[in-house]
């Protein structure tokens, strides 16, 4: 199973982004799907988790300005990120708990907010 992450870049202050995260392999059903993400001397956090029933979460500090959404059929995961801010920046991570294969993670890609 591999994991392709895309969507990263440099965005201002109050801009949006969407990344994507595709899933290839032998995969025979999808868990959870997640996105963390990571700055610079900091340790990985979690921003958004979907479970194969739907439920969503995610912590406060992106709550109404991100959004988890999946394409079961493509075996993707995407977050939708608006109002994005400073701190935002960082490297994010999808994760996808795999049944019966495990847990992965993408490669990364890096999100930049800065004017």
């Known amino acids: 199973v591999q994991l392709q992450a895309s969507g990263g870049g440099l965005v201002q202050p109050g801009g949006s982004l969407r990344l994507s995260c595709a899933a290839s392999g032998s995969i025979s059903s999808i868990n959870s799907m997640a996105w963390y993400r990571q700055a610079p001397g900091e340790q990985r956090e979690l921003v958004a988790t979907s479970t194969r029933a739907g439920f969503t979460n995610y912590p406060d500090s992106v709550k109404g300005r991100f959004t988890i959404s999946r394409d079961s059929a493509k075996n993707t995961v995407y977050l939708q990120m608006n109002g994005l801010k400073p701190e935002d920046t960082a490297v994010y991570y999808c994760?996808?708990?795999?049944?019966?294969?495990?847990?992965?993670w993408g490669q990364g890609t890096q999100v930049t907010v800065s004017s």
């Open positions: 994760y996808f708990d795999i049944a019966r294969a495990g847990i992965y």
